[in-house]
Nanobody
């Protein structure tokens, strides 16, 4: 059974930091690219960050460049999203996706809520 489970969300003040984790099981983690998406109330889901299965090449949405960092630990089957200098507009449900090239196979987590507010 494949499982993709996010954790680490919560309430944080503007300017604060959170680290999200996405732990997976039941798949060959090292062969999967890993993405973080987010969906804010009333908005479409957007890709926040991604990291490739080979070489750990990363890509970020312009809105989070310089503030967020995606990383992976293949030994732990886990991908992380370090979020710094958080803004209210970062408030969203953050969802992890594991996928093979061209999304021929993908798995979604259920998401974790991040709320940035005073």
């Amino acid at each position: 059974q494949v499982q993709v489970v996010e954790s680490g969300g919560g309430l944080v003040q503007p300017g604060g930091s959170l680290r999200l984790s996405c732990a997976s099981s039941g798949l060959a983690f090292s062969r999967f690219a890993m993405d973080w998406y987010r969906q804010a109330p009333g908005k479409e889901r957007e890709l926040v960050a991604q990291i490739t299965s080979v070489g750990g090449v990363t890509n970020y949405a312009d809105s989070v460049k310089g503030r967020f960092t995606i990383s992976r630990d293949n030994a732990k089957n886990t991908v992380y999203l370090q979020m710094n200098s958080l803004k209210p507009e970062d408030t969203a449900v953050y969802t992890c996706n594991a996928h093979l090239p061209n999304f021929v196979l993908s798995y979604w987590g259920k998401g974790t809520l991040v709320t940035v507010s005073s």
